[in-house]
């Protein structure tokens, strides 16, 4: 299984397009689908973006266009481009990666907006 470490969340502006980038570690990385998810107080944790071993993504209906995902296999690292935040977006971030039935998780990162 791959060990996931998120980074790029904190405190941004309203408006602000922070980058959240997931470091893998290990030999695998490529083989994996990655995808991010976000957990708000009070609510479930819900899928935001995915992508697939061959780059292919996808996205929560009500993101599409605002946030974008990639993967750079070379750096076992795949990122989040959240643009425009909107009151809604904050939340912990978390990164996932799946491949032959395993699933491993990162400890998040908190995306917070600053009123």
């Known amino acids: 299984q791959v060990q996931l470490v998120e980074s790029g969340g904190g405190l941004v502006q309203p408006g602000e397009s922070p980058r959240l980038s997931c470091a893998a570690s290990g030999r695998t990385f490529s083989r994996y689908r990655m995808g991010w998810y976000r957990q708000a107080p009070g609510k479930q944790r819900e899928l935001v973006a995915a992508?697939?071993?061959?780059?292919?993504?996808n996205y929560a209906d009500s993101l599409k266009g605002r946030f974008t995902t990639s993967r750079d296999n070379p750096k076992n690292t795949v990122y989040l481009q959240m643009n425009s935040l909107k009151p809604e977006d904050p939340a912990v971030y978390y990164c996932?990666?799946?491949?032959?039935?395993?699933?491993?998780w990162g400890q998040g990162t908190q995306v917070t907006v600053s009123s």
């Open positions: 992508v697939s071993s061959g780059g292919i993504t």
């Open positions: 996932s990666g799946s491949y032959s039935g395993n699933n491993s």
